[in-house]
Antibody, heavy 120, light 109 residues
Framework: QVQLVQSGAEVKKPGASVKVSCKTS????????LHWVRQAPGQGLEWMGW????????NYAQKFQGRVIMTRDTSISTAYMDLSRLRSDDTALYYC?????????????WGQGTVVTVSS | QSVLTQPPSASGTPGQRVTISCSGS????????VYWYQQLPGTAPKLLIY???QRPSGVPDRFSGSKSGTSASLAISGLQSEDEADYYC??????????FGGGTKLTVL
């Protein structure tokens, strides 16, 4: 069965960087785009960008350009999201989500989420 | 402030039909597909509707989506207590950036 398992919670200081991993299983990693979506406490969903695991190509939301880098390691079917120059308003639950086959912008499987707390 | 506009709350009684609206613009809903997600408390979102009105396998046909111009709607018929959740609409803009609505909290009275 398809699974996306994310790394554990992180606590970071303002100005630091965080790297969240998303280990996938149950499907061919390189066939489906992976997206990153975040949710601040008590707030709605915010799309951050996607990575094409086959080519490594990426597309970031304008808001995060220059601060986010999405990468992947095809040998272990894992994607990564690296967010730098953290601020307190980056405190959120970060999800990875798989783009559905034939409609990559439909997120059909989600990771369990990774809590990132930014605090001095 | 979200790019897509949803009412913050909606409610209904068991068995009733409830509709949640989502308003966008010509650069997102007006020219691209709409998606709907259900988020139960403490869980990751779940895909309910894709390509405006398609249901993934396993989603009951009580859930239906529609789109007209720059607006979309999610309808839930035969409302059940387990439908109490947050609902989000989503779309893509012409720059291939994803946009979400602010979410609608559905209460089953």
């Amino acid at each position: 069965q398809v699974q996306l398992v994310q790394s554990g919670a992180e606590v970071k200081k303002p100005g630091a960087s965080v790297k969240v991993s998303c280990k996938t299983s149950g499907y061919t990693f390189t066939v489906f785009y992976l997206h990153w979506v975040r949710q601040a406490p008590g707030q709605g969903l915010e799309w951050m960008g996607w990575i094409d695991p086959y080519s490594g190509g990426t597309n970031y939301a304008q808001k995060f350009q220059g601060r986010v880098i999405m990468t992947r390691d095809t040998s272990i079917s894992t994607a990564y999201m690296d967010l730098s120059r953290l601020r307190s308003d980056d405190t959120a639950l970060y999800y990875c989500a798989r783009g559905r086959y034939g409609d990559t912008y439909a997120f059909d499987f989600w990771g369990q989420g990774t809590v990132v707390t930014v605090s001095s | 402030q979200s790019v897509l506009t949803q009412p913050p709350s909606a409610s209904g009684t068991p068995g009733q039909r409830v509709t949640i609206s989502c308003s966008g613009s010509s650069s997102n809903i007006g020219s691209n597909y709409v998606y709907w997600y259900q988020q139960l408390p403490g869980t990751a979102p779940k895909l309910l509707i894709y390509m405006n009105n398609q249901r993934p396998s396993g989603v009951p046909d009580r859930f239906s989506g529609s789109k007209s111009g720059t607006s979309a709607s999610l309808a839930i018929s035969g409302l059940q207590s387990e439908d109490e959740a947050d609902y989000y609409c989503a779309a893509w803009d012409d720059s291939l950036n994803g946009v979400f609505g602010g979410g609608t909290k559905l209460t089953v009275l």
